[in-house]
């Protein structure tokens, strides 16, 4: 079983910086993709930004390119979220995922994933 535990949230001013971290602990290599997900208060969870074990292939929602750099430390089983220049529109519970993905079309999906952290809260104030 894999377990997945997120930090790094808190409340920063726009414009400003965070980094979020996933610890990976278990079996962490039966997954070959890490993704984040967020979700603001009565919106969808939705796809942030996803990183291939293999390769280090990246890839990221189009509101985020540019902005956020997400990365591994193989060694810790980790993965980072750099957000930088945070907007308003940040603000949400960010979740780290697990899974076993196929093709790259189905990276975004929420039902792909089947390990989950509890998520780490980001509050951008204008």
């Known amino acids: 079983q894999l377990q997945l535990v997120e930090s790094g949230g808190g409340l920063v001013q726009a414009g400003g910086s965070l980094r979020l971290s996933c610890a990976a602990s278990g079996r962490a290599r039966s997954s070959n993709t890490m993704a984040w997900f967020r979700q603001a208060p009565g919106k969808e969870r939705d796809f942030v930004a996803a990183l291939r074990w293999s390769g280090g292939n990246t890839y990221y929602t189009d509101s985020v390119k540019g902005r956020c750099t997400v990365s591994t430390d193989n060694a810790k089983n980790t993965v980072y979220l750099q957000m930088n220049s945070l907007k308003v529109e940040d603000t949400a519970l960010y979740y780290c995922?697990?899974?076993?993905?196929?093709?790259?079309?189905?990276?975004?999906?929420?039902?792909?994933?089947?390990?989950w952290g509890p998520g780490t809260q980001v509050t951008v104030s204008s």
């Open positions: 995922a697990a899974g076993h993905i196929g093709d790259d079309y189905v990276l975004m999906t929420v039902d792909n994933y089947a390990y």
